[in-house]
C-alpha cells in the first residue's frame, strides 16, 4: 500500500492556516478604546456606586432612629407600667373612708413604692440639706443669713432634686446660708 500523499502546501497557505505565535498577539492587542469613553463608563461606574452607598446609608439612618424611638417607647412603657400600680392606690387613698392616719399609712406605703421603682431603675433623690451648695445640682430660691448655718450650705430644701446616674433630671430647689453679719448697725436709721 502506497501512502497517500498530501498536495505540497504554498508557503502563503501555511501562514494562513497555522496558529499565530503569542508574541505576535501581544504586540497586536485588541482595538483599542477611545480614553474618553473608558472614563465615562468608570465615572458611571462610580456614580452608581455612590448613589447605591447613599440610599443604604439612608436606610441605615431610618432603620437606627426607628429602633431608637422603640426603644425609648419600652422604656417609657416599662416604666408606666411600674408606676400604674401605685397611681391606683393614690386614687383608692383619696376614695378611702378612714381615719387621718390609716390613710397616711397607705399614702406612705405608695410613696415608698414609687421610690422603690425610681431606686430600680437608677434614679436617685437628693436632699442637700447641710451639704455645701453645688449651682449644677442645686437651684437656690434665696440666700440668707441663718444662725449656726456655715456659709454656703444648703440650709433648707423646699423640693427634693433627682439624678438618673451621674445626669441631673431635676434640680434641689434651696435656701443657701451666709455668712451672719451685724446687721443692727446698718439698718438703724441715724438721727441729727
Known amino acids: 500500500m502506497s501512502a497517500a500523499k498530501s498536495p505540497p502546501m ?19 492587542p485588541s482595538p483599542v478604546k477611545d480614553p474618553v469613553a473608558v472614563l465615562e463608563e468608570e465615572v ?19 432603620r437606627v432612629e426607628r429602633d431608637q424611638r422603640a426603644a425609648g417607647d ?19 387613698a383619696l ?8 390613710i397616711r399609712t397607705g399614702v406612705e406605703i405608695t410613696l415608698k413604692d414609687v421610690n422603690t421603682t425610681l431606686g430600680a431603675r437608677g434614679v436617685r433623690q437628693e436632699d442637700p440639706t447641710g451639704e455645701k451648695f453645688d449651682p449644677l445640682r442645686h437651684q437656690a430660691l434665696s440666700y440668707e443669713p441663718v444662725p449656726g448655718a456655715e456659709d454656703g450650705t444648703v440650709a433648707i430644701c423646699y423640693r427634693k432634686g433627682y439624678m438618673l446616674g451621674d445626669r ?10 451666709q455668712r451672719a453679719t451685724d446687721e443692727s448697725d446698718t439698718n438703724v436709721p441715724v438721727s441729727h
Request: hydrophobic share 45%; aromatic share 2%.
Open 95 to 102: 376614695l378611702a373612708e378612714g381615719s387621718l392616719d390609716e
Open 10 to 28: 504554498v508557503e502563503d497557505e501555511a501562514e494562513s492556516v497555522a496558529p499565530a505565535p503569542a508574541d505576535a498577539i501581544a504586540e497586536n
Open 44 to 62: 458611571a461606574s462610580l456614580k452608581d456606586q455612590l448613589l447605591r452607598r447613599r440610599a443604604e446609608f439612608d436606610n441605615y439612618r431610618r
Open 168 to 177: 441631673l433630671v431635676r434640680p434641689a430647689l434651696v435656701k443657701v446660708a
Open 74 to 92: 419600652e422604656a417609657v412603657i416599662s416604666l408606666l407600667s411600674d408606676l400604674l400600680p401605685s397611681l391606683d392606690a393614690l386614687e383608692k
